[in-house]
């Protein structure tokens, strides 16, 4: 079982308490963990900073960071305590790790898609940041294949975020996420807005998409019944004082 992502003691502070203090995370490939618990228990926190994204003050407090699929490197090392200053240059230093190795797929994604570039626009965008990149040729073939793979008919490729549905959109997202060819997709409350009989379907979709890639997800997520049926390994966060982070 191979070690993608693994995030050990990680503390973010905020501007009046810490947000995260002591969780440990790991991602193996074709496993699902997922990071669960009640809102402003610090789930998308921890998300972004295991894509090396930490943007609150002071930032950064302690923890280690490694991507064994790329190197034995602890990509936290020298960034903690170093303030705002210290978290731009993290966020430099890792960002080619965003798109070939690391794909995040948002929540609400019919907000956080661009709303003045096509579905096919942005993925072409996200293809260009693989490991290996696609030939121009091959591009829209490309596009085409992953579109039918989250249940999206080709002609979507030339539609905007706001002429599609919310469900439409949430398979968009991880269509595009998914563009990039990543090792690890990170899939931040990809629930979010919708009824209960999409959820399923959305939730079994990045199941079924990430797995046939090979891609290790870290699913966040507040459903318990989700995270009971999907997930092989589970880190649940306490908001405020009580935060704490443990495999379950």
């Known amino acids: 079982m191979s070690l993608l992502l693994e995030v050990s003691g990680l503390q973010i ?20 963990t997922a990071l669960c618990g009640p809102s402003g228990a610090g789930k998308s926190v921890t998300a972004r900073a295991c894509m090396g994204l930490v943007d609150v003050a002071p930032g950064l407090l302690g923890g280690t960071l490694r991507y064994p699929g790329k190197s034995d490197r602890d990509w936290y090392k020298g960034y903690a305590n170093t303030g705002p200053s210290g978290m731009s240059r993290l966020a430099n230093d890792t960002a080619f790790m965003r798109g070939g190795y690391l794909s995040y797929s948002p929540q ?8 003045g570039r096509t579905v096919g626009r942005q993925m072409q965008l996200a293809m260009r940041r693989r490991t290996e990149p696609v030939s121009s040729e091959r591009e829209f073939a490309v596009v085409i294949e992953l579109l039918d793979e989250v ?19 949430q398979r968009a997202a991880l269509a595009i996420a998914m563009a990039s060819d990543p090792q690890v997709l990170l899939a931040d409350e990809p629930e979010t807005g919708l009824d209960p009989v999409f959820r399923r379907q959305v939730v079994e979709l990045l199941l079924t998409v990430g797995k046939a890639h ?20 589970v880190v649940r966060l306490m908001p405020a004082s009580g935060t704490d982070g443990r495999a379950a």
């Open 13 to 32: 502070g905020g501007p009046a308490r810490k947000l995260v203090d002591g969780v440990s995370v790991s991602v193996h490939a074709g496993k699902v």
């Open 108 to 115: 609400a994604a019919s907000s956080a898609l661009n709303p």
């Open 151 to 169: 249940g999206l008919a080709p002609h979507v490729t030339g539609a905007l975020p706001s002429e599609l549905s919310g469900g439409m959109c």
């Open 214 to 233: 090979g891609c290790g997800i870290l699913l966040i997520s507040h459903h318990e019944d989700t995270v009971t049926r999907i997930a092989d390994y």
